[in-house]
């Protein structure tokens, strides 16, 4: 045995435990949901370092992405097809209908585990910033555009956003408290209202959009107080944008277009609470 053949096949090896441990730790996110750093190397039995040297890894290359200190799988792992046929390209239309006839700003989020990720928004105008854009991961337990995501969630997820530790961005996120009786006005209106919960000054709308019983998405629309118009007339409109969305999707192909992490346990007979 050469030493440079010695060297080959132990980097090789070397490369194969990292893989190994790498997936390990997606899988077990996958089935955690939600874990903070410490917790991952406790339950994996890893040095504290090297999970971190992992997460880094993993993140960088957008398989995980980190919500107010824990660690959840991203989008990425959920993702079916080509751009083509993936709801954010249903979604448009819907999107630029809503922003035209009401001029405010349209927003499609989804739930992935305990965290909303925004995946598509048309601004009402290009200077109309909003912390929610493209890509941007938010908590479930603040912004119309979550809080339908949240209240129309299995109930494991719902619980762990509940017993979770809740980060106030303004004065007016919710507390604990709050945010229960909150999600209970939810399941029973259909739609969320939201007054500053993380940009002051900001207001929301939002619904939640069933497709086959399950919550697949929320469409929303922010604006300034001034800008909003009566909520009844807001919640009319986005509840027609739904009805326009799950139209567009092509039948049977759902869980094509977009796929949530969770999507197993949850048809695997886990109970989702939807209020009624």
Same mark, same amino acid.
């Given at each position: 045995? $050469? ?13 194969? $435990? ?5 997936l390990? @730790? ?9 874990l903070? @750093? ?11 370092? #090297?999970?971190?040297?992992?997460? $880094? ?13 824990? @660690? ?6 959920? =993702? ?12 448009? +239309? ?7 006839? #009401? &001029?405010? #700003? ?13 995946? /598509?928004?048309?601004? %009402?105008?290009?200077?109309?910033? @909003? ?7 938010? +908590? ?10 949240? %209240?129309?969630? !299995?109930?494991? !997820? ?14 007016q ?6 945010l229960?009786?909150?999600?209970? =006005? ?13 940009t ?24 300034? +107080?001034?800008?909003? &118009? ?11 944008? %739904? ?6 999707? !092509?039948?049977?192909a $759902?869980?094509d277009?977009?796929?949530?992490? /969770?999507? =197993?346990?949850?048809? /695997?007979?886990?109970?989702? /609470?939807r209020?009624?």
């Amino acid at each position: 045995m $050469t030493f440079n053949g010695a060297l080959a096949r132990q980097y090789r090896r070397t490369e194969y $435990t990292s893989l190994k441990r790498g997936l390990e @730790i997606l899988s077990h996110l996958q089935e955690a949901g939600s874990l903070r @750093i410490a917790e991952l190397a406790q339950q994996l039995d890893l040095p504290l370092s #090297t999970a971190y040297r992992y997460v $880094t890894v993993l993140r960088a290359n957008g398989y995980l992405i980190e919500i107010n200190g824990y @660690i959840v799988p991203s989008d990425r792992l959920a =993702e079916r097809g080509g751009e083509a046929d993936h709801l954010v390209q249903y979604s448009r +239309p819907v999107l630029r209908r809503l922003r035209e006839v #009401t &001029q405010l #700003t349209a927003v499609l989020a989804v739930r992935i585990h305990s965290a909303a990720v925004c995946l /598509d928004v048309a601004f %009402a105008h290009p200077k109309h910033k @909003i912390s929610f854009q493209r890509g941007k991961v938010r +908590p479930l337990y603040a912004g119309a555009s979550a809080l339908p995501l949240l %209240a129309f969630a !299995p109930v494991g !997820p719902r619980r762990s956003v509940l017993d979770g530790a809740m980060r106030q961005y303004t004065a007016q996120t919710p507390t604990p408290d709050e945010l229960e009786a909150a999600l209970a =006005e939810v399941q029973r209106d259909g739609y969320a209202v939201s007054h500053g919960h993380l940009t002051p000054g900001a207001v929301g709308v939002g619904i939640p959009v069933f497709v086959d019983g399950r919550c697949l998405c929320s469409l929303s629309l922010v604006g300034s +107080p001034g800008a909003m &118009q009566q909520v009844e007339e807001l919640v009319s409109e986005l509840e027609s944008g %739904a009805n326009e969305l799950v139209a567009r999707l !092509p039948s049977g192909a $759902t869980e094509d277009v977009w796929l949530q992490p /969770d999507a =197993e346990s949850e048809s /695997d007979g886990e109970e989702v /609470d939807r209020g009624y």
